[in-house]
């Protein structure tokens, strides 16, 4: 069974940038792994996704060219570079995996436990 948990939140003013970890326990290389966001009052939303190879990536067109996902496989890290952080990019972040090859799929059904992510104008 795989467990996720993330680290890398805090607080940021805007324009600055985080960088999100996800360390992953168990096989992973068969999972699409990704990273969603919740803000106060909003349903939870996709952000990125990147396949087992790490060769395929996804973005919600929010984060385009602002937010960059990678993974190590020799580690079985997943990462979520933000960069240029505006005040509508808080939320809570959340790592996720999918049983899947197809990195459009939205069947996530792994979660972390979710790190704060807090930017300030």
């Known amino acids: 069974q795989v467990q996720l948990v993330e680290s890398g939140g805090g607080l940021v003013q805007a324009g600055g940038s985080l960088r999100l970890s996800c360390a992953a326990s168990?096989?992973?290389?068969?999972?699409?792994m990704g990273w969603f966001r919740q803000a106060p009052g909003k349903e939870r939303e996709f952000v990125a996704g990147?396949?087992?190879?790490?060769?395929?990536?996804n973005y919600a067109d929010s984060v385009k060219g602002r937010f960059t996902i990678s993974r190590d496989g020799t580690k079985n890290m997943v990462f979520l570079q933000m960069n240029s952080l505006k005040p509508e990019d808080t939320a809570v972040y959340y790592c996720?995996?999918?049983?899947?090859?197809?990195?459009?799929?939205?069947?996530?059904?792994?979660w972390g436990q979710g790190t704060q992510v807090t930017v300030s104008s």
């Open positions: 168990g096989r992973t290389f068969k999972y699409i």
């Open positions: 990147i396949t087992g190879s790490g060769l395929g990536t």
């Open positions: 996720a995996a999918a049983y899947s090859t197809s990195i459009t799929t939205m069947a996530y059904d792994v």
